[in-house]
Nanobody, 129 residues
Framework: QVQLVESGGGLVQAGGSLRLSCAASGRSFGSYAMGWFRQAPGKEREFVAVISWSGGSTYYADSVKGRFTISRDNAKNTVYLQMSSLKPEDTAVYYC??????????????????????WGQGTQVTVSS
């Protein structure tokens, strides 16, 4: 069992920055991949970023590449998503998720939501224009 709690969401103006955190408890945090996903109103949940258990491998959606950075601190059982140059289209509920088997696709940690085992409750990010 893994419990995930996101924090750090809020309202920010376009061009601004936010850092999301996801605190994990339960199974050893340093043994599985962690991902961030988001869901905007009326849209399907989409992949944002993923980081391997060691932090040595990361993968980003094209829509956030160069603006968002995923990182993790295994000593603190926490994964982060640093978001910069935010756009109104980044408005969504952001979820962190744990992939206990650390699936790889095309040599990278998986972006597929169905391969993730545990999910947090989400944190709202709203970017105003």
């Amino acid at each position: 069992q893994v419990q995930l709690v996101e924090s750090g969401g809020g309202l920010v103006q376009a061009g601004g920055s936010l850092r999301l955190s996801c605190a994990a408890s339960g199974r050893s945090f340093g043994s599985y991949a962690m991902g961030w996903f988001r869901q905007a109103p009326g849209k399907e949940r989409e992949f944002v970023a993923v980081i391997s258990w060691s932090g040595g491998s990361t993968y980003y959606a094209d829509s956030v590449k160069g603006r968002f950075t995923i990182s993790r601190d295994n000593a603190k059982n926490t994964v982060y998503l640093q978001m910069s140059s935010l756009k109104p289209e980044d408005t969504a509920v952001y979820y962190c998720a744990a992939d206990l088997r650390e699936h790889y696709r095309s040599g990278r940690p998986s972006p597929n939501a169905y391969e993730y085992d545990y999910w947090g409750q989400g944190t709202q990010v709203t970017v105003s224009s």
